[in-house]
Nanobody, 120 residues
């Protein structure tokens, strides 16, 4: 069984920074992409950033220039460095690992979510 464990959320003032981490564990053979989604109250879940096994990245326009996704393939861990945070970044952030090949086959996995609150 594959599990994703997130850490790093919290309360920060506007303009501040946070770093989210997500470690995948289990009988993992390979992971195609890892990334972060977020869901604010009353809104749909949206992709924030993703990083593919080849190193390419994808960001939602609202975070470009402020957020940076990185990945340690040896540790099956993905990070999201969030700088210059704004109140509209407030949401529950979910880590995801897509097209994970394990002893059980190929599947997608999600973390439990971590709250990020940007407020003065």
């Amino acid at each position: 069984q594959v599990q994703l464990v997130e850490s790093g959320g919290g309360l920060v003032q506007p303009g501040g920074s946070l770093r989210l981490s997500c470690a995948a564990s289990g009988s993992i053979l390979s992971i195609n992409s890892m990334g972060w989604y977020r869901q604010a109250p009353g809104k749909e879940r949206e992709l924030v950033a993703a990083m593919f096994s080849g190193g390419s990245t994808n960001y939602v326009d609202s975070v470009k220039g402020r957020f940076t996704i990185s990945r340690d393939n040896a540790k099956n861990t993905v990070y999201l460095q969030m700088n210059n945070l704004k109140p509209e970044d407030t949401a529950v952030y979910y880590c995801t690992a897509q097209n994970v090949r394990s002893r059980n086959g190929v599947d997608d996995y999600w973390g439990q979510g971590t709250q990020v609150t940007v407020s003065s």
